[in-house]
């Protein structure tokens, strides 16, 4: 079946330090790419995605970009804010046809200090 | 206006009672869903429905059952409540079962079960 593995945190980073979020994932075909974001007690909201191999997804200064031969969708940014502070999911979509469920890794806590 | 509603946004009840989550979607969307989210922030899906029609029903006690009377709301009935339900229960939305559509989540709701 279809796994999504990111990983582990919570990470705490000083405002403005560059941020990796590892995401890998298995599944059959090419899937469709995500990244959730989820503030302290709101639901989740997304962040970017891609759908095809060697797109790249950006939004608010992350980006992440979608490789098929390493099957992997890493988030990055340059500089991370206070602001920044959430779990971000990584997630996949087959793209298979018929009914579509969506796969969520476990969720990596970014904390930002000032 | 916003666009994945939940009502209650919290919830607390005591083992044995049954209650009741709405959700209504003003996007126009096709496909709605229900998620559970542990302490540990991991998502679980537990039912899906397009236009109406159930189509992923997770491995998932009997006492949840999901109505949706019209393709923009899905409600989540739960009986005979018990301690391990505890958790924040996520509405979404997405356009169509496709993979590559992103979904629209609600803002959550908390039950705790005492």
């Known amino acids: 079946g279809n796994s999504v593995t990111q990983m582990e945190g919570p990470v705490t980073l000083s405002e403005e330090a560059f941020l990796t979020i590892n995401c890998t994932y298995t599944?059959?075909?090419?899937?469709?790419l995500f990244w959730y974001v989820q503030y302290p007690g709101e639901g989740l909201q997304l962040l970017l995605k891609a759908t095809k191999a060697d797109d790249k997804g950006s939004n608010k200064g992350f980006e992440a970009t979608y490789r098929k031969e390493t099957t992997s969708f890493h988030l990055e940014k340059g500089s991370v804010q206070v602001s920044d502070s959430a779990v971000y999911f990584c997630?996949?979509?087959?793209?298979?046809?018929?009914?579509?469920?969506?796969?969520f890794g476990t969720g990596t806590k970014l904390q930002v200090i000032p | 206006d916003t666009a994945v509603s939940q009502t209650p946004k919290y919830l607390v009840t005591q083992m044995g009672n049954d209650k009741s989550i709405k959700c209504e979607q003003n996007?126009?969307?096709?496909?709605m869903y229900w998620y559970k989210q542990d302490s540990k922030k991991f998502l679980k899906i537990m039912f899906s429905y397009n236009n109406k029609e159930l189509i992923i029903n997770e491995t998932v006690p009997n006492r949840f059952s999901p109505k949706s009377p019209d393709k923009a709301h899905l409600n989540l009935h739960i009986n005979s409540l018990e301690l391990g339900d505890s958790a924040v229960y996520f509405c979404a939305s997405s356009p169509s079962v496709k993979g590559r559509d992103e979904q629209y989540f609600g803002p959550g709701t908390r039950l705790t079960v005492t």
């Open positions: 599944a059959t075909g090419y899937p469709s």
């Open positions: 997630a996949l979509t087959p793209n298979s046809g018929g009914y579509q469920k969506v796969t």
């Open positions: 996007l126009g969307h096709d496909t």
